[in-house]
């Protein structure tokens, strides 16, 4: 008896001439992870902020839990809780003042609120840093610290946009547990990221927004049979050797090789990973020269390119003026 | 260092998630209480803050009584008697803009992204930080009083006097405060905040009765003294100081404060909701 978490309809936002979020239908059921995966830009933040109150859609409609999050927004911020991109605590308070502050104003009596927090910062590995000033954490443990924050109530759908991104590899993990333990306790969680490998460690299904559309949506390995099981990326010591590599991997694998951003950079798409051995044995008999090579999942590059034929970095450039500032539309 | 990395404990962080139902719904004066808490707790962290609350008094008045005093009133203690009620009003007046300093930071720290998702009475978060500047505008006025005393200020009105007045400046400055809360809202950054404000409160403040009787300006300078809240708010201040009678200006005062958030208050809760 699964519900559905959330439901939007045709939403749109607009800033200025541009539109951020442009007719995005989705349904995501309740319980477990869903990824929100696209580049910076997209339109993943502008839509989770609609979700979670902080902005009216100029069009459509959107639901949270059957809520309109308009018309009943206030039931909709009793559900939900966001962490957002940039840290949302405050960084002069400590970290212990930042959970009691969130206690009391979320109805905890003073000593439930203590209470609270001292098992939050426990729960986090955060209690030796509790009377420390948030601007003097790592990275990492503000991050933690976010979360906690955003569970000083559970709340039955969380928010993370781009949890993990600058994250060193040990707090991604952290993270990830931490995301593991939520859904296994009911929270449902919408996760934006820039990673396809963890879109694919962590969600069930995955949207891929792209230019304020959604441009795939299904379970990550439906997402990534579309995309082909793997690339292969060759790094050249003579750049110059380019045009021969990305012929000989193109008859290798078919049409989907393309040149890297990096000039000694190739990238082939592979459906078989038998035939890269191979690939392999036939670029050191041409002679060319490898720095290295790897064999391995799609980035979002790849999966870019095969879905919209245009990397992520060109959404990029397109859309950043007025995505990486929504605010451009206030005097 | 001890206090870096200690892992997340897994079994304390499935208990934290499994806690029981959720807290009844905190009452407005409880979130408003807890927000103004929070302004209180940024002041005991971050002391700095209140430099421009200290500074800028000590340096008007000296400026004004030693300067200007023997030239405006004969000499400088009589100036002192006049312009010391004046120069605490546009004092406070003046610190009301940290309002909205304070609120635009937020916004780009993205504090106010999470307050904005609470299920809370909506103008709490203002509201508290509204009540945290009490607590430095009280701090800004008897720094003000007490350096007065020292240099020889002698209120006829006594402590109840004194005490009336501050109690006026209070109550105008949290009226006056909205309008702030609201261009915080809307600006784009801290520094313009800062410097709309500068342009707004400059004339306002000195456009007044804080230095100089007015009967000395000329007409169209004077009608402008007259409308401008910030008269009233002096003219009430110094009579209470004093001890003279000025309900009238008492009157106007709160009159002032009441149209000045009958505006503003909307419009800021209106560019709250709004934002972006």
């Given at each position: 008896?699964?519900?559905?978490?959330?439901?939007?309809?045709?939403?749109?936002?607009?800033?200025?001439?541009?539109?951020?979020?442009?007719?995005?239908?989705l349904?995501?059921?309740?319980?477990?992870?869903?990824?929100?995966?696209?580049?910076?830009?997209a339109?993943?933040?502008?839509?989770?902020?609609?979700?979670?109150?902080?902005?009216?859609?100029?069009?459509?409609?959107?639901s949270?839990?059957?809520?309109?999050?308009?018309?009943?927004?206030?039931?909709?911020?009793?559900?939900?809780?966001l962490?957002?991109?940039?840290?949302?605590?405050?960084?002069?308070?400590?970290?212990?003042?930042?959970?009691?502050l969130?206690?009391?104003v979320?109805?905890?009596?003073?000593?439930?609120?203590?209470?609270?927090?001292?098992?939050?910062?426990e729960?986090?590995?955060?209690?030796?840093?509790?009377?420390?000033?948030v601007?003097?954490?790592?990275?990492?443990?503000?991050?933690?610290?976010?979360?906690a924050?955003?569970?000083?109530?559970?709340p039955?759908?969380?928010?993370?946009?781009?949890?993990?991104?600058?994250?060193?590899?040990?707090?991604?993990?952290?993270v990830?547990?931490?995301?593991?333990?939520?859904?296994?306790?009911?929270?449902?969680?919408?996760?934006?990221?820039?990673?396809l490998d963890?879109?694919?460690?962590?969600?069930?299904?995955?949207?891929v927004?792209?230019?304020?559309?959604?441009?795939?949506?299904?379970?990550?390995?439906?997402?990534?049979?579309?995309?082909?099981?793997?690339?292969?990326?060759?790094?050249?010591?003579?750049?110059?050797d380019?045009?021969?590599?990305?012929?000989?991997?193109?008859?290798?694998?078919?049409?989907?090789?393309?040149?890297?951003?990096?000039?000694?950079?190739?990238?082939?798409?592979?459906?078989?990973?038998?035939?890269?051995?191979?690939?392999?044995?036939?670029?050191?008999?041409d002679?060319?020269?490898?720095?290295?090579?790897?064999?391995?999942?799609?980035?979002?590059?790849?999966?870019?390119?095969?879905?919209?034929?245009?990397?992520a970095?060109?959404?990029?450039?397109?859309?950043?003026?007025?995505?990486?500032?929504?605010?451009?539309?206030?005097? | 260092?001890?206090?870096?990395?200690?892992?997340?404990?897994?079994?304390?962080?499935?208990?934290?998630?499994?806690?029981?139902?959720?807290p009844?719904?905190a009452?407005?004066?409880?979130?408003?209480?807890?927000?103004?808490?929070?302004?209180?707790?940024?002041?005991?962290?971050?002391?700095?803050?209140?430099?421009?609350?200290?500074?800028?008094?000590v340096?008007?008045v000296?400026?004004?009584?030693?300067?200007?005093?023997?030239?405006i009133?004969?000499?400088?203690?009589?100036?002192?008697?006049?312009?010391?009620?004046?120069?605490?009003?546009?004092?406070?007046?003046?610190i009301?803009?940290?309002?909205?300093?304070?609120?635009?930071?937020?916004?780009?720290?993205?504090?106010?992204?999470?307050i904005?998702?609470?299920?809370?009475?909506?103008?709490?978060?203002?509201?508290?930080?509204?009540?945290?500047?009490?607590?430095?505008?009280?701090?800004?006025?008897?720094?003000v009083?007490?350096?007065?005393?020292?240099?020889g200020?002698?209120?006829?009105?006594?402590?109840v006097?004194?005490?009336?007045?501050?109690?006026?400046?209070m109550?105008?400055?949290?009226?006056?405060?909205?309008?702030?809360?609201?261009?915080?809202?809307?600006?784009r950054?801290?520094?313009?905040?800062?410097?709309?404000?500068?342009?707004?409160l400059?004339?306002?403040?000195?456009?007044?009765?804080?230095?100089?009787d007015?009967?000395t300006?000329?007409?169209?300078?004077?009608?402008?003294?007259?409308?401008?809240?910030?008269?009233h708010?002096?003219?009430?201040?110094?009579?209470?100081?004093?001890?003279?009678?000025?309900?009238?200006?008492?009157?106007?005062t709160?009159?002032?404060?009441?149209?000045?958030m009958?505006?503003?208050a909307?419009l800021?809760?209106?560019?709250?909701?709004?934002?972006?």
């Amino acid at each position: 008896m699964t519900g559905i978490a959330i439901e939007t309809h045709e939403l749109v936002k607009q800033f200025g001439d541009k539109r951020a979020v442009d007719g995005i239908d989705l349904v995501v059921p309740e319980g477990g992870v869903y990824g929100f995966l696209g580049p910076n830009g997209a339109g993943k933040t502008t839509t989770i902020q609609i979700l979670a109150t902080l902005m009216r859609p100029d069009g459509g409609t959107a639901s949270v839990f059957g809520h309109d999050v308009v018309r009943e927004a206030d039931e909709v911020r009793s559900m939900v809780s966001l962490t957002g991109q940039y840290s949302s605590v405050d960084e002069d308070l400590t970290g212990r003042e930042n959970l009691q502050l969130l206690g009391r104003v979320l109805g905890y009596s003073r000593a439930d609120a203590r209470t609270r927090c001292d098992d939050l910062l426990e729960a986090f590995g955060l209690t030796d840093a509790a009377t420390k000033q948030v601007k003097r954490y790592s990275g990492g443990m503000r991050r933690r610290l976010d979360i906690a924050a955003s569970i000083v109530v559970t709340p039955r759908l969380l928010f993370l946009d781009e949890p993990t991104t600058g994250l060193d590899p040990r707090s991604r993990k952290q993270v990830w547990d931490i995301v593991r333990a939520l859904t296994a306790r009911g929270t449902t969680v919408l996760l934006t990221t820039q990673y396809l490998d963890e879109a694919d460690q962590l969600a069930e299904r995955i949207a891929v927004i792209d230019t304020g559309r959604i441009i795939a949506e299904g379970t990550s390995s439906a997402l990534k049979s579309s995309v082909g099981s793997g690339a292969l990326h060759v790094h050249l010591i003579d750049p110059g050797d380019r045009p021969r590599a990305i012929d000989i991997l193109t008859r290798a694998f078919g049409d989907e090789v393309f040149p890297g951003s990096d000039p000694a950079d190739v990238t082939g798409r592979v459906d078989d990973r038998s035939k890269v051995p191979a690939a392999l044995a036939t670029l050191a008999a041409d002679g060319v020269e490898l720095a290295g090579f790897s064999y391995g999942q799609p980035t979002l590059d790849e999966v870019f390119l095969a879905l919209t034929g245009h990397t992520a970095e060109e959404t990029l450039e397109a859309g950043d003026s007025t995505q990486n500032d929504p605010e451009g539309a206030v005097a | 260092m001890t206090t870096t990395e200690a892992p997340v404990a897994a079994e304390k962080l499935d208990a934290v998630l499994a806690t029981g139902p959720r807290p009844p719904r905190a009452s407005a004066v409880t979130t408003s209480l807890a927000f103004g808490w929070r302004a209180l707790l940024r002041i005991r962290h971050v002391p700095e803050q209140l430099f421009d609350v200290t500074l800028f008094p000590v340096i008007s008045v000296l400026l004004f009584t030693y300067l200007f005093g023997g030239a405006i009133a004969g000499s400088t203690s009589e100036y002192l008697q006049f312009v010391l009620p004046g120069i605490l009003v546009q004092t406070v007046v003046m610190i009301t803009m940290y309002t909205g300093i304070a609120l635009n930071t937020d916004i780009e720290k993205g504090v106010f992204d999470r307050i904005r998702t609470l299920p809370i009475w909506r103008p709490s978060a203002l509201v508290g930080a509204l009540l945290g500047d009490a607590v430095r505008y009280t701090l800004a006025s008897v720094f003000v009083v007490t350096l007065g005393l020292v240099l020889g200020y002698r209120p006829d009105g006594g402590l109840v006097g004194v005490v009336a007045g501050v109690a006026v400046l209070m109550a105008f400055s949290f009226a006056f405060s909205w309008i702030w809360t609201w261009v915080g809202l809307l600006a784009r950054s801290a520094q313009s905040v800062m410097g709309i404000s500068m342009m707004v409160l400059f004339p306002l403040a000195f456009l007044s009765p804080v230095f100089v009787d007015p009967s000395t300006m000329p007409d169209w300078l004077q009608t402008f003294v007259e409308i401008n809240p910030i008269s009233h708010a002096v003219y009430a201040v110094r009579g209470l100081m004093s001890g003279d009678s000025v309900g009238d200006e008492i009157m106007w005062t709160f009159i002032a404060s009441a149209i000045i958030m009958a505006i503003f208050a909307p419009l800021t809760m209106r560019a709250y909701s709004r934002r972006r």
